[in-house]
């Protein structure tokens, strides 16, 4: 019976021990957190405007008639390629000779009709000085001939502008290009000022995008963009900044900005949907944490650092940053390992399992 209670206190504490023993352990397994983890590198880190827009012509025409006519015939249709000096269309001419033939049938029977008064006037000014005529029939003859010699220039004005109209008679290309817009047909009855083609040449594009006016400042001409195209969109193009008009829409709070491409481009055309990122700053060697990494307390920036194995609350300084990425001016090194997704749960010295460490790669490709 002594033995027996010699005994029982010593299996009490063992129980007790191993009891305690489970427990921290149990407890120490509920602190190990899975994470997925970056390192941070140092990389470059490239700030640039977002802008949507479309492709414009560089060099674009605007054809209309300078004179009222029928279109006799249509040199180009829509589509096809032409060179400074085609003829787009030509007017019916018949109508206009009718009227140069009316004009100078007109203009030569006015000048018969001035040299009628010009005798008459001569001859009534001879009778008025050898008293067989009165003053006021010499003024009667005066009148006639100043009359007839306005309305002269009258008919000649008229001959000159239906000789000029048959200049007229042809809409040509001013410029080597496609032919965008065709709005006339033969037959067709069109009016002065008509606009009836449109010409653009096709070796030299724009694009027009809009910038918040918040990015504005950011911007200056001869900045380089990269382009893309919903139309084709497996590729990125090259551009720059050529002209930022100084003027923001007061609806949309946007100021258009225009950028030229750097090289040709196969399948463009006026129109087309367009994204650009306009690069306005470049840092060399900035240490780069990503966003998804950082998190804010009391209005300061944390991330969760790996440090032997366990999670560390570090305190960051933030710099320039990107779509993506914050640079990392204060509180991480090169080679440190960052947990990315951080969750509230987090505390300090928990044991962090490594699900996955990420290789981090450039802005530009991440952006773009």
Same mark, same amino acid.
């Given at each position: 019976?002594?033995?027996?209670? !010699? ?23 509920? *602190? ?11 990389? @470059? ?24 006519? #029928? ?54 000014? *001879? ?98 963009? #990269? ?26 709070? #946007? ?7 750097? @090289? ?12 650009? *990122? ?26 969760? !650092? ?22 990392? #001016? ?10 990315? *997704?951080? @969750? @509230? ?24």
């Amino acid at each position: 019976m002594q033995t027996l209670q !010699k005994i029982l206190p010593k299996y009490t504490i063992a129980l007790g021990v191993i009891f305690i023993a489970t427990v921290i352990f149990l407890m120490m397994r509920g *602190n190990v957190v899975r994470v997925n983890t970056v390192a941070v590198k140092e990389m @470059e880190l490239v700030q640039a405007v977002y802008a949507t827009g479309y492709v414009d012509a560089d060099i674009m025409a605007d054809l209309r008639t300078e004179i009222s006519g #029928t279109v006799g015939k249509v040199g180009f249709l829509e589509g096809e390629r032409v060179k400074k000096g085609d003829k787009i269309l030509e007017f019916d001419d018949r109508q206009l000779q009718l009227l140069v033939q009316e004009a100078e049938a007109a203009l030569s029977e006015q000048q018969a009709a001035v040299n009628d008064a010009m005798l008459k006037l001569r001859r009534s000014r *001879n009778l008025y000085r050898m008293g067989a005529v009165s003053r006021q029939q010499l003024d009667d003859a005066e009148n006639t001939f100043v009359q007839a010699d306005r309305l002269l220039q009258q008919r000649r004005l008229q001959h000159e502008s239906s000789l000029d109209a048959l200049t007229k008679l042809f809409v040509e290309a001013p410029i080597d290009g496609v032919l965008a817009l065709q709005n006339a047909r033969a037959g067709d009855f069109l009016s002065s000022a008509t606009l009836v083609a449109t010409v653009i040449d096709t070796s030299s594009y724009v694009l027009n995008v809009e910038i918040d006016e918040l990015d504005v400042p950011k911007l200056k001409v001869g900045q380089l963009a #990269t382009i893309a195209l919903d139309a084709l969109s497996d590729d990125r193009f090259h551009a720059r900044v050529e002209r930022i008009v100084p003027q923001t829409d007061k609806v949309t709070k #946007t100021s258009r900005v225009y950028l030229t491409l750097q @090289e040709p481009v196969r399948g463009i055309q006026v129109g087309m949907t367009a994204t650009a *990122n306009i690069i306005y700053s470049t840092i060399e060697g900035a240490l780069l944490v990503p966003k998804t990494a950082v998190f804010e307390e009391e209005r300061r920036q944390y991330v969760w !650092k790996i440090d032997d194995g366990l999670l560390k609350k570090q305190l960051i300084t933030p710099g320039a940053s990107d779509l993506i990425y914050f640079e990392v #001016t204060n509180g991480l090194s090169g080679g440190d390992l960052v947990v990315l *997704n951080p @969750e @509230e749960r987090f505390r300090d010295g928990m044991e962090a399992e490594l699900a996955d460490t990420q290789e981090r790669s450039l802005p530009g490709d991440a952006g773009s």
